[in-house]
């Protein structure tokens, strides 16, 4: 027996080992919640430093708050390491992962997911998918309601159309949540669809497109709402998604839409005239791929990309380059290394889901795959519930029985 057995015998059999394991489960929930609610509470307007909005208490207060979340995911994780809970080899390439691209990209928020990731990799994922779907409905509610009573700025973001932030801190949050929080009802609470339901979840949709003028959010909304009903009423329908050639052609989509996302970011150029339309029809999305690939390009474990034009504070005058495009924003921000774990998280997830003939589930992860190639949201915890179960996908716990 080494010292490190030694030592985790010997935590194992104190009184804060005996509690932590009596009511992890509960401890880990809770601190996913407040994790989740300071999170959102602290993605509204009053945030934006340098804007006319910005409340200096608020932010403080509710930055602090993230960070006490922070402090006991860590603790948390040290916890389940000193109990044995983790597998050795998928933690040491957790940990080393985690380091390499924080100190090449200096990006605290791949950090926090990474925390987020390590820690709740013990909780059951039907645990996350509820916690998750309580904050979102939440804030989807609270936030929008308190900017209509003036509490929080309801800001008009675009200069040529009327496009309300509903208190958020952009104009996209509430529609691109709202999909996911579609997703994550519809599954939930399959076993008691209706159509007061799809109607009421429709009319939601057609009012946040009105209020935010989010095309493609708006689009995507409707496809999972299509899906669903399918599901519903002929869930055969779904059955295509098990053939053989399709089910191959699934489990690389990660991969083919990364490279989709590079191959137009190398080849987009202006004086193209199918690719300039295009463009076009996205938003300039093709543009700023390109221009970001020719300004950064490829690293192995990312690099430290100051992005412009995010936010209230961005004026029409200034220089505007994000990248959308999940894929394409992970490579360039953290590396070839962190989108290979992306990639395996991917393809982990659609083959649990098809080892349970999950259908359902993985036709929403289908769409959350797709929406990815055009929003950045494919990784943030914020979003999408399968990144926060990610280490328990890729394992990185020790092996348990999962519902979902």
């Known amino acids: 027996m080494n010292v490190t057995d030694r030592l985790c015998g010997w935590f194992s059999e104190t009184r804060i080992a005996r509690f932590f394991l009596e009511y992890q489960t509960l401890i880990l929930c809770s601190i996913l919640a407040f994790f989740l609610a300071s999170s959102w509470a602290g993605n509204v307007m009053l945030i934006e430093a340098g804007s006319k909005y910005y409340n200096p208490i608020y932010d403080t207060v509710f930055l602090v708050l993230r960070y006490a979340s922070y402090g006991a995911m860590g603790l948390c994780v040290l916890l389940s390491l000193l109990l044995g809970q983790y597998r050795f080899w998928p933690f040491v390439v957790y940990l080393a992962l985690s380091w390499l691209v924080f100190f090449f990209s200096r990006s605290t928020e791949f950090m926090i ?6 820690s709740m990799a013990l909780v059951p994922r039907q645990a996350i998918f509820r916690i998750l779907l309580a904050v979102q409905t939440v804030a989807l509610t609270v936030i929008p309601l308190l ?4 509490v929080f ?9 009327i496009r309300y932030s509903l208190g958020f801190t952009w104009v996209t949050s509430a ?7 579609s997703i994550l009802f519809l599954y ?6 209706n159509n007061w339901i799809f109607c009421f979840l429709l009319q939601l949709d057609i009012f946040l497109y009105l209020l935010t003028d989010t095309k493609m959010a708006f689009s995507v909304s409707l496809l999972v709402l299509a899906v669903a009903y399918i599901w519903w009423k002929r869930p055969d329908w779904l059955g295509f998604l098990a ?13 083919l839409l990364t490279l989709a996302a590079l191959v137009l970011a190398m080849v987009y150029s202006e004086s193209n005239g199918f690719l300039s339309r295009l463009n076009a029809v996205l938003s ?26 995010q936010g209230i504070t961005y004026k029409p005058s200034q220089h505007y380059l994000y990248v959308d495009c999940s894929y394409l924003n992970i490579l360039l921000n953290y590396g070839l290394a962190a989108l290979i774990l992306v990639w ?9 889901l098809y080892e349970k003939e999950n259908l359902l589930l993985l036709a929403f992860f289908i769409i959350i795959l797709c929406f990815s190639f055009l929003e950045v949201r494919l990784i943030n915890p914020l979003y999408d519930p399968f990144v926060i179960a990610a280490g328990s996908y890729l394992g990185l716990a020790r092996i348990r029985k999962e519902k979902a």
């Open 243 to 255: 053939s053989r050639w399709i089910r191959l052609f699934i489990l690389w989509l990660p991969v």
């Open 175 to 181: 529609p691109v949540v709202f999909v996911f929080a």
């Open 147 to 150: 900017a209509a009573l003036g």
């Open 284 to 309: 300039g999305r093709l543009a700023n791929a390109s221009e970001a690939w020719n300004k950064y390009g490829l690293s192995l474990f990312g690099q430290q990309i100051t992005w412009t034009g």
């Open 153 to 161: 700025p309801n800001v008009i973001m675009d200069t040529e159309r």
């Open 188 to 193: 939930l609470y399959r076993k008691k669809l």
């Open 344 to 352: 395996a998280w991917c393809q982990a997830v659609l083959r649990h």
């Open 113 to 118: 997911l990474m925390l987020a990731v390590g």
